[in-house]
T-cell receptor, first 115, second 115 residues
Framework: AQKITQTQPGMFVQEKEAVTLDCTYD???????LFWYKQPSSGEMIFLIY??????QNATEGRYSLNFQKARKSANLVISASQLGDSAMYFCAMREGGTPDKLIFGTGTRLQVFP | DSGVTQTPKHLITATGQRVTLRCSPR?????VYWYQQSLDQGLQFLIQYYNGEERAKGNILERFSAQQFPDLHSELNLSSLELGDSALYFC??????????????FGPGTRLTVL
């Protein structure tokens, strides 16, 4: 069964440092997408980055990059040069091809950036 | 701003009551998804509509129903409310019917409190 595991309930990082948030997934599908979302304390879900199962290069979006290791079934989010505004919950999610068409979310990691 | 709008932002009601949550997808998006975020269950997929038709169903209770109208906005109806229905309800939209690479963009959510 498809599953997303985020083993870090909380992480701390100093401003301007890089941080890695872990995500492992389980699926028997060959076609799938992996997503990271940010949820600040205000509650909205903000899309950060996407990696497709057939993508050979790791995805990057500004300060966000996704360390995709297909054989290990991991899709870790790397945030470079952390900012105070990065403090939030971060969710890893997966979507398989076919139906039902839905996102499966992990339990999230709370990141706190300190000065 | 994702372009997805949800109203109301907050809703407080009593057990046994019925409420309607409204969602307008991003301009041009045909698919609408509903998710529930609660402390004990995390983020769970409820239901998907594509161009007015139900396309996929998740862990949606029989007391809950949804529809998508010709103008593509969607409503989630929750009836016979229980304390456990208190949660943050998200709507998300994508352009297509559901390829695994389609990014789902989330609205700001409706926080429902059942007293």
């Amino acid at each position: 069964a498809q599953k997303i595991t985020q083993t870090q309930p909380g992480m701390f990082v100093q401003e301007k440092e890089a941080v890695t948030l872990d995500c492992t997934y389980d699926t028997s599908d060959q076609s799938y997408g992996l997503f990271w979302y940010k949820q600040p304390s205000s509650g909205e879900m903000i899309f950060l980055i996407y990696q497709g199962s057939y993508d050979e290069q790791n995805a990057t979006e500004g300060r966000y990059s996704l360390n995709f290791q297909k054989a290990r079934k991991s899709a870790n989010l790397v945030i470079s040069a952390s900012q105070l505004g990065d403090s939030a919950m971060y969710f890893c999610a997966m979507r398989e091809g076919g139906t039902p068409d839905k996102l499966i979310f992990g339990t999230g990691t709370r990141l706190q950036v300190f000065p | 701003d994702s372009g997805v709008t949800q109203t109301p932002k907050h809703l407080i009601t009593a057990t046994g009551q019925r409420v309607t949550l409204r969602c307008s997808p991003r301009s041009g998006d045909l698919s609408v998804y509903w998710y529930q975020q609660s402390l004990d269950q995390g983020l769970q997929f409820l239901i998907q509509y594509y161009n007015g038709e139900e396309r996929a169903k998740g862990n949606i209770l029989e007391r809950f129903s949804a529809q998508q109208f010709p103008d593509l906005h969607s409503e989630l109806n929750l009836s016979s409310l229980e304390l456990g229905d208190s949660a943050l309800y998200f709507c998300a939209s994508t352009g297509g019917a559901g390829a695994f690479g389609d990014t789902q963009y989330f609205g700001p959510g409706t926080r429902l409190t059942v007293l």
